[in-house]
């Protein structure tokens, strides 16, 4: 069990809220000191209220942590509601509504594992008022993922502090998959599935894939058997699965990823069928 000391200031005349949250291993301190407390109204609406799609980054060494990117999608409404759902790399879903401040920040608290007390992801996303500059999203936003020892004994069972900045984006339903979140480069209706690290080994596998119309296909005719993929086209998220005939313990149960349409690629993770070990899912234009 994780115990977490929350320490909260609240000025009421300045209608801020600032504090700390921390354990024995790590403090997060609330970024920039003060966090003022807004209310949109239909007088005061937030104008990036849209669809995202929302990363974090993994690990670059496989024996400390997922190396696969955590990956969610976040609906945002005029009255500041942001409404978060996703998976983490290590495939645990995650979820929750929070309020926006003043300053477009979105605060994170999802407590994790074992009925919540097996770790925590928290932190905070930055959303701007600004159209001007609204597609940088991630402008002082990080985000903590504790996996604590013992919380996860099949997968890093000594646990894990995964402390990274998050990087996003706008999702448009707007025009066909292709064009929209892979770019001109893409134009041709074609791109490339990279799986690499979890149960491969050393070995990344590469897939040709034609998309049109919000339908990946593998090219291979072998590959179509074995290969799903599926957009969510309100959210940006995909979900799949791979299965390599010859090499069962290649095989890959679930694949978790979201489309960056301002980055013309789609990144996430996979999850491997019998070792319990994640790896690092993209997709990008040819």
């Not at 490339?192 to 590469?206: I, K, M, R």
């Amino acid at each position: 069990m994780v115990n977490y000391v929350v320490n909260l200031t609240n000025n009421t005349d300045a209608g801020t809220i600032y504090g700390t949250v921390s354990n024995t291993l790590v403090t997060w301190t609330s970024p920039g000191g003060m966090v003022p407390v807004q209310t949109y109204l239909a007088t005061n609406p937030i104008v990036s209220a849209g669809q995202y799609t929302v990363a974090l980054p993994g690990f670059d060494d496989i024996t400390e942590g997922p190396v696969g990117y955590s990956v969610f999608t976040v609906g945002l409404a005029t009255n500041g509601t942001a409404t978060l759902t996703g998976y983490l790399a290590d495939n645990t879903p995650v979820s929750q509504v929070a309020q926006l401040s003043a300053l477009g920040i979105c605060p994170i608290y999802i407590p994790l594992y074992a009925n919540g007390t097996g770790g925590l992801l928290m932190g905070r996303l930055t959303f701007t008022n600004d159209l001007a500059e609204y597609e940088s999203l991630t402008t002082n936003s990080s985000l903590i993922w504790f996996n604590a020892n013992g919380a996860t004994p099949n997968l890093y069972p000594l646990g894990f502090t995964n402390e990274a900045v998050a990087f996003a984006c706008t999702y448009s339903t707007n025009g066909s998959y292709y064009t929209d979140a892979l770019g001109s480069g893409s134009s041709s209706g074609y791109g490339y599935v990279v799986f690499s690290g979890g149960n491969l080994g050393a070995n990344a596998v590469v897939k040709k894939v034609g998309i049109t119309n919000n339908v990946i296909t593998p090219i291979s005719l072998s590959d179509q058997a074995n290969l799903s993929l599926t957009i969510n086209t309100n959210t940006g998220a995909i979900t799949g699965s791979y299965r390599e005939l010859n090499k069962p313990i290649h095989s890959i149960n679930s694949i978790q990823g979201a489309i960056f349409q301002n980055g013309s690629y789609s990144t996430g993770y996979f999850f491997g069928s019998n070792t319990n070990e994640s790896g690092l899912f993209m997709l990008f234009g040819e």
